[in-house]
């Protein structure tokens, strides 16, 4: 009896952070790996990076969500970390290297002029919709869809050539570690969503 409660007193401490730490993952954030080139200068490959689930998604949100039926060369458990450019019931379009939301220019500080110029375009959603087959009527973001790109535009796998990302797709907002990165880095990052 005496050793049953002895090994109860170190098996149920142990079980109950067990289960904090499952709850901590599965609701609030959880720790994702940057994959390839496609935000840089902001993120670089095989850096580690945190997702809060429960944080608001706003214009210029750095999200993770699951590609797997959003693009269509995604194999089953693959996650993005794109740019949110476009909410639901936004007009995105792309002329000479600025990005315009509902006929806005969108200041882009995060990257440099040659990455915001290199690899554009000009386009509209209708445009891309109907070049890429995603959706040859589609002129705004859809109701529970994002409109997202990579930071490196020249490289980046995404909206423009597979359209929208579903709400219920997203991971979480992506939030760079203070201990990490440059401040610059983790500012365009964590601090430039409106």
Known sequence: MQKTK???SWVVPVLIGLAIA?????????????DGPSMEPNLDNAEKVVALKPAKIK?????VFDAY???P???THTNYVKRVIG?????VASKNGYLYVNNKKIKQSFISETERTSGTG???LASLGKQNGW??????VPKGKYFVLGDHRSVSNDSRYWGFVDKDKVVGVVKVPFWTSTKTKRANINSVAY
């Open 122 to 124: 000009n386009w509209t």
């Open 73 to 75: 060369s995604a194999k």
């Open 87 to 91: 909410l639901p019931g936004d007009k």
């Open 135 to 140: 959706g040859k009527h589609v002129t705004v």
């Open 69 to 71: 039926g959003e693009d």
């Open 59 to 63: 214009h210029l949100s750095v999200i």
């Open 22 to 34: 499952f709850a901590i993952k599965a609701f609030v954030f959880t720790r994702v790996r940057v």
């Open 6 to 8: 002895e090994i109860m």
